[in-house]
């Protein structure tokens, strides 16, 4: 909490203490502190000191303050307290001023509504300074004293102190008795929520706070990826994927991973025809390098789709761009599917020369694509070359016999 944010609620009413609360008081207590009455003499120090801090003069109404704490009745002496806390902090020195408060609110001299806000600040203090146990002790005791309203920060400030000490149940029911007060959530709050049950492993929860953030930020495409990826631990793979072109179509991507992970989705759920024109949309507006490792994916997506014509032409450009010859000899195989036997024929000429693994597959390939583009002898040749290769052996001789028989009737 900064210092401004803490004069707005520290000082307030630190001239007239007694002058009541903001919170409009729902429950009445049976007994209440009035406070009691100050000294004019003590009211007009207070307003020099205030004059004081509003030039920043922290010394000297430091040492004014000192002069108010040695006379006066207890009422007078918390409020000088409750002053000099304020100081204190403004000077950034928060232990000094967390005593100065504690101070005040031992006299117990102050109004009752004034007692509990002083108590609410205090702990608001120690969870900001991370003294998180005397935090939830403080901000405890002051709900449980409370005459008028809890506000619904207050739920808030103890939940952050039991989340930091793990109390992550503890800490849920703050943060829903806060959410339950207000007509709006706030965006942090549900992120806190969202946080405390993933701690929990409670992921039905996590997508339904989840669901809540999209419709408060409809903007924020983390909150459509983390989604996504709930939906996807619990199985619910098909709202996943929903969820994630929901994104794209709202236009929230911003990064080449998102295209590709949407994408990868779709091929992970078998719906290749979506996955290749995600991901062909967006090599073309330039979202996804043109890499050999996309385009391949583009390629084998189209594929999957048996749109035969359009993978090859995808591998084709895959394979130009680091002379790939395990992509070449896939693009061999995509064009004798195609029965494209003279493309066939050249893709896996090229598979060869670029070093493909396995060559007798690629030459394979080649023989079969010869001999059905009528080109016995470049079929021949090839399976004579597919002869060395342990992993075609077999194959080639069958189809070199076979071949060369045909040769012999015809001739």
């Given at each position: 909490?900064?210092?401004?944010?803490?004069?707005?609620?520290?000082?307030?009413?630190?001239?007239?203490?007694?002058?009541?609360?903001?919170?409009?008081?729902?429950?009445?207590?049976?007994?209440?502190?009035?406070?009691?009455?100050?000294?004019?003499?003590?009211?007009?120090?207070?307003?020099?000191?205030?004059?004081?801090?509003?030039?920043?003069?922290?010394?000297?109404?430091?040492?004014?303050?000192?002069?108010?704490?040695?006379?006066?009745?207890?009422?007078?002496?918390?409020?000088?307290?409750?002053?000099?806390?304020?100081?204190?902090?403004?000077?950034?020195?928060?232990?000094?001023?967390?005593?100065?408060?504690?101070?005040?609110?031992?006299?117990?001299?102050?109004?009752?509504?004034?007692?509990?806000?002083?108590?609410?600040?205090?702990?608001?203090?120690?969870?900001?300074?991370?003294?998180?146990?005397?935090?939830?002790?403080?901000?405890?005791?002051?709900m449980a004293e409370a005459c008028g309203d809890i506000p619904a920060d207050a739920h808030i400030q103890l939940a952050a102190g039991y989340a930091e000490q793990k109390q992550f149940r503890k800490a849920l029911k703050q943060v829903d008795l806060a959410l339950s007060k207000v007509k709006?959530?706030?965006?942090?709050?549900?992120?806190?929520?969202?946080?405390?049950?993933?701690?929990?492993?409670?992921?039905?929860?996590?997508?339904?706070?989840?669901?809540?953030?999209?419709?408060?930020?409809?903007?924020?495409?983390?909150?459509?990826?983390?989604?996504?990826?709930?939906?996807?631990?619990?199985?619910?793979?098909?709202?996943?994927?929903?969820?994630?072109?929901?994104?794209?179509?709202?236009?929230?991507?911003?990064?080449?991973?998102?295209?590709?992970?949407?994408?990868?989705?779709?091929?992970?759920?078998?719906?290749?025809?979506?996955?290749?024109?995600?991901?062909?949309?967006?090599?073309?507006?330039?979202?996804?390098?043109?890499?050999?490792?996309?385009?391949?994916?583009?390629?084998?997506?189209?594929?999957?789709?048996?749109?035969?014509?359009?993978?090859?032409?995808?591998?084709?450009?895959?394979?130009?761009?680091?002379?790939?010859?395990?992509?070449?000899?896939?693009?061999?195989?995509?064009?004798?599917?195609?029965?494209?036997?003279?493309?066939?024929?050249?893709?896996?000429?090229?598979?060869?020369?670029?070093?493909?693994?396995?060559?007798?597959?690629?030459?394979?390939?080649?023989?079969?694509?010869?001999?059905?583009?009528?080109?016995?002898?470049?079929?021949?040749?090839?399976?004579?070359?597919?002869?060395?290769?342990?992993?075609?052996?077999?194959?080639?001789?069958?189809?070199?016999?076979?071949?060369?028989?045909?040769?012999?009737?015809?001739?």
């Amino acid at each position: 909490m900064t210092s401004k944010k803490l004069m707005t609620v520290l000082v307030g009413g630190a001239m007239l203490l007694a002058t009541g609360n903001a919170w409009s008081a729902k429950k009445q207590c049976d007994e209440r502190s009035s406070g009691g009455s100050m000294s004019e003499g003590t009211y007009r120090a207070l307003e020099r000191i205030h004059e004081r801090i509003a030039e920043n003069e922290y010394k000297d109404a430091e040492e004014r303050i000192g002069k108010l704490l040695g006379r006066g009745n207890d009422y007078e002496k918390a409020v000088a307290y409750q002053t000099l806390g304020f100081v204190k902090i403004q000077q950034n020195d928060y232990k000094n001023g967390l005593k100065a408060f504690e101070s005040a609110l031992a006299l117990g001299g102050l109004p009752q509504l004034q007692q509990e806000q002083l108590k609410y600040n205090a702990g608001q203090l120690y969870i900001a300074d991370g003294n998180y146990p005397k935090g939830i002790r403080t901000l405890e005791e002051y709900m449980a004293e409370a005459c008028g309203d809890i506000p619904a920060d207050a739920h808030i400030q103890l939940a952050a102190g039991y989340a930091e000490q793990k109390q992550f149940r503890k800490a849920l029911k703050q943060v829903d008795l806060a959410l339950s007060k207000v007509k709006e959530p706030k965006e942090q709050w549900l992120q806190l929520k969202l946080a405390l049950h993933y701690e929990l492993k409670d992921f039905p929860a996590c997508a339904e706070v989840l669901v809540k953030l999209i419709a408060l930020v409809p903007d924020k495409a983390d909150y459509f990826k983390q989604l996504s990826g709930i939906y996807f631990e619990i199985k619910k793979d098909p709202d996943s994927l929903a969820v994630l072109a929901l994104a794209q179509r709202q236009g929230l991507f911003k990064k080449e991973s998102e295209y590709k992970n949407l994408a990868a989705v779709y091929m992970l759920l078998e719906i290749p025809y979506q996955a290749a024109e995600t991901m062909a949309a967006a090599l073309e507006a330039g979202k996804v390098e043109a890499s050999e490792k996309n385009l391949e994916f583009l390629g084998d997506a189209w594929l999957s789709a048996r749109e035969y014509r359009r993978s090859a032409d995808a591998l084709k450009r895959a394979a130009q761009v680091e002379n790939n010859g395990e992509i070449w000899k896939r693009l061999a195989q995509v064009l004798a599917e195609e029965e494209r036997w003279t493309d066939a024929i050249e893709a896996a000429d090229q598979a060869v020369k670029a070093g493909a693994k396995d060559p007798g597959d690629a030459l394979m390939i080649k023989g079969l694509a010869s001999y059905n583009a009528n080109r016995p002898k470049t079929a021949i040749a090839a399976f004579n070359q597919a002869l060395r290769y342990e992993e075609s052996r077999k194959q080639a001789r069958q189809w070199l016999t076979f071949v060369e028989s045909e040769l012999e009737d015809i001739a």
